[in-house]
Structures are given as structure tokens and as C-alpha cells.
């Protein structure tokens, strides 16, 4: 095998304006420098015959990595168009859309427990906290009006979030009928 090192140097010796003629390395090719003609890498015998079982053997790995390559590449546009379609009917999960000052609820789950309760059970924590007045919206994300005490990030995924629905009790007063 050839030696980078060697390689250049040949290279840099074959540009020099001293040397003219031939340059002989052992195990390396020639370097004519009158005929511009600089090929570096171990000698190779011209009448020699390529190993035809050999050949056929390194044709047929290459053309079973390409059939795995192209079977792979089916396989996964398979999965896509799969996956695509049962998106399309299904649907693609929380998609809402929400207005800069309206009020949403954020879910806890994956939220520290610090941010959510003091209880130390996570069976005893609410599913949603809030609610939180939207700031800004960045693509499928929502910027929320946090307290800096709940030391959470402020921007959330759509899917993240719920709309408000004020929850109005009737009053003692008017639930009785007269």
C-alpha cells in the first residue's frame, strides 16, 4: 500500500524544476516528469487476468446489497403511505388553533412535579393546570403567560394544550325553582 506521505513527496519532487528525467521508486510506477505523466501506487502487470470467479462473486454481493437497499427504500414508502393514510383518517391529534390573549390549560403530563403540585404522589396530580393566557403563536407552538415561580419554558406545542371552558355553577339562589 502506498504511503500518503510518499505520495506527495513523489508529487513534489516530480514538480521541482531540478529534476528532469525519470525518478525510480522501488514497487512504484515510473514517474516521467518530461511527459507530465505522474501515477503513483504499486506496479500492475499489464497481461495480467482478472480472477473471472472472483469478479462474478464481488458482482453478485453488490447486486444482493442493492436489492436489500432497494427492498429497504419499498419497505419504508410503504410505511409513509401507511402511516399518511391512517393520519388522514384518524386524524393528526390536537390540531386547535388559538387566538394571542385567549385562555388555554396545559396538560402536566411530562411536566415536572415541582411545576404541577406539592403532593408527591403523581396518581394525586391534576391533568391540567392552569389556566394561562396565550402571548404569541410560532407555528404549532404557543407562547404562554407563566409564573417565572413555575420555572417551566414558556413555549408549548399545540398538542400540549387545551382550550379554557369557564365552568359557571348556578348560584344557591337560582337553582331553586319557585
Keep these: 500500500m502506498t504511503n500518503i506521505s510518499a505520495v506527495s513527496t513523489r508529487a513534489r519532487t516530480a514538480r521541482s524544476p531540478i529534476n528532469e528525467g525519470t525518478v525510480d521508486t522501488p514497487g512504484v510506477d515510473t514517474l516521467n516528469i518530461n511527459e507530465q505523466h505522474t501515477q503513483a501506487g504499486p506496479v500492475v502487470n499489464k497481461d495480467a487476468e482478472l480472477n473471472t470467479e472472483f469478479s462474478s462473486k464481488a458482482k453478485d454481493f453488490v447486486q444482493r446489497r442493492q436489492a436489500i437497499i432497494r427492498f429497504v427504500h419499498d419497505a419504508i414508502a410503504a410505511s409513509v403511505d401507511r402511516q399518511m393514510l ?3 383518517n384518524n386524524g393528526r391529534g390536537n390540531t386547535n388553533e388559538f387566538k394571542v390573549g385567549s385562555l388555554v390549560l ?3 403530563q411530562n411536566l415536572d412535579k415541582h411545576a404541577v403540585s406539592d403532593f408527591g404522589a403523581s396518581k394525586l396530580v391534576p391533568r391540567f393546570i392552569g389556566p394561562f393566557t396565550v402571548l404569541a403563536k410560532h407555528g404549532n407552538a404557543y407562547t404562554l403567560d407563566i409564573m417565572s415561580s413555575m420555572r417551566l419554558h414558556t413555549k408549548f ?12 355553577d348556578p348560584s344557591p339562589d337560582q337553582s331553586r325553582a319557585p
Design 86 to 88: 391512517n393520519a388522514d
Design 106 to 108: 396545559l396538560a402536566t
Design 157 to 168: 406545542y399545540v398538542g400540549r394544550l387545551k382550550p379554557y371552558a369557564q365552568h359557571f
